[in-house]
């Protein structure tokens, strides 16, 4: 195994606290949590959960494409929704960006995330 490179991108936001968007060890990429912030404007996207969960996984693409991946790469997903109710339509976007061969994943009900945002994502690809 390689060194320990650390991803950085402004294809998603910038860490809001001592983390890194992404740590590459040569075979596997683990991506932190992305939560939907714009990282044009480093603004929360505001709106129903469909929105929010698609910034999120363009916020992941953009880490993952950061370090030469893309979500077919990806084998092990955590997905963190403040109110389960909101599974079948995260799940609605989560199936455009994973569509085949799908990762391991679970998904947890959490009393809060950053920002007061209802949805983070994280992930873990392999080459």
Known sequence: MGPKK???????????????????????????????????????VQGPIEVQTDRVLKNLQG???SAGLSCDHVVRTTVFLTDLANFPKMNEVYARF?????????????????????????AIARR
């Open 63 to 65: 880490v993952l494409a």
């Open 6 to 44: 650390i991803i950085s991108t402004a294809l998603a936001p910038q860490a809001i606290g001592p983390y890194s968007q992404a740590v590459d060890l040569g075979d596997l990429v683990f991506v932190s949590g992305q939560i939907p912030i714009d990282p044009a404007t480093q603004q929360v």
């Open 98 to 122: 994973f569509s085949k061969d799908f990762p391991a994943r679970s998904t947890v009900q959490v009393s809060g995330l950053p920002k007061g945002v209802g949805v983070e994502i994280d």
